[in-house]
């Protein structure tokens, strides 16, 4: 229940507070919720960029990499349990 | 002979682990085929968010400002009171002259009084997104001023009940201005959340607190210099420019055509897609 709410508290920041705020959330809930880095990102890219606002989407690709980095040091300490 | 049996994991997905995250994924992307592929429609229906969202923050704004030291405030207040009634008496003064000047050189185009819908810091990228389009008059280019006629930034995208600005201060953004009441010509380049920079030769003598100027109707300010980086060895300084009006807390900006002479100091790329 507290993974949800901190997953949509990440999306909906993106429309209420500073991306500072999002982009730190996304950092808090990545360890528990991987995905939810880069749909913060691909969503305030939704809503904010446009080709004249930067070269590249800079929130999905950073999204993107936090996600990456959450799954790979997710697998590192599942490889280390026996069963489940 | 016995077997042991391990629970086959898979470490990246599992539905257990993962299914918010899913969720927020399909809706993130939802939400960009909405905006592909009806980006009119898209702001219509995200606008009513953005309205909420500013209300929450202007009563939470109030209620943590109501936490300040009443006294100070009063003395604040009254200072605010005399230095506006001097600033009406100015305004006033210079509007009479601009409606004179603007009546000898017969440039008085139509403008367009557009809301804010969204605008740093929620938004990311230096953009302001308005609540009027092409079918209010709203064209690529239109210079975008805020209060006090200050130039904000410039019309970057169009559609029809909704258009963006790329303000001065966006990374993307590239002004030939002046600086100075010497009006030593410079160029001024957008550095994200809210700030503009410039580089200059140390022998200019720019100092903080001098403005810096763009092209619109004649020289129009945008920003004062508020740090002189550099070291002293170097020929050159960097101007650490403040935007005159600030870009996070603008709630209106009035939008005009300000002729060929500011589009050609520009340097901004345009989109057909909001």
Known sequence: MIRGLMTLLTLASAVAFPWPLTAFLAIIVA?????????AGL?????????????????????????????????????????? | MKRISLARRNALLSSADVSWGVGA????LIALLFRLIAPNLFWQATAPAFRVADFLSEKNHAVFSSFGDSAKLAAKNEQLLREN???????????????????LARLSSPSIVAGVVARPPASPYDTLVLS??????????QEAFGEGGVPLGVVSSVLADFSRVTLFTSPNMIVDGWVGQATLPLVVYGAGAGVMRASLVRSAGVVEGD???????????????????GDSSSPSVTLQIRPAVNPFSVSWVELRDTGPTFVAGLSWATSTEL
């Not at chain 2, 994924?25 to 993130?28: E, K, P, R, T, V």
Request: aromatic share 10%; hydrophobic share 50%; charged share 15%.
């Open chain 1, 31 to 39: 360890p528990f919720e991987p995905l939810v880095p880069i749909a």
């Open chain 2, 132 to 141: 009027r389009g092409s079918d209010a008059g709203v064209t690529l280019g």
């Open chain 2, 25 to 28: 994924l399909a809706l993130a």
């Open chain 2, 85 to 103: 009634a001097a600033l009406a008496n100015e305004n006033h003064a210079l509007l009479e002259r601009n409606m004179s000047i603007e009546a």
């Open chain 1, 43 to 84: 969503f305030a890219d939704t809503l904010y960029w446009t080709p004249g606002s930067g070269f590249l989407p800079f929130f999905t690709l950073s999204g993107a990499v936090l996600t990456v980095v959450s799954f790979f040091v997710r697998s590192r300490l599942s490889t280390g349990r026996i069963g489940g």
């Open chain 2, 211 to 229: 403005i810096i100027f763009a092209p619109g109707p004649g020289k129009l300010p945008i920003g004062t210099v508020v740090r002189v980086d």
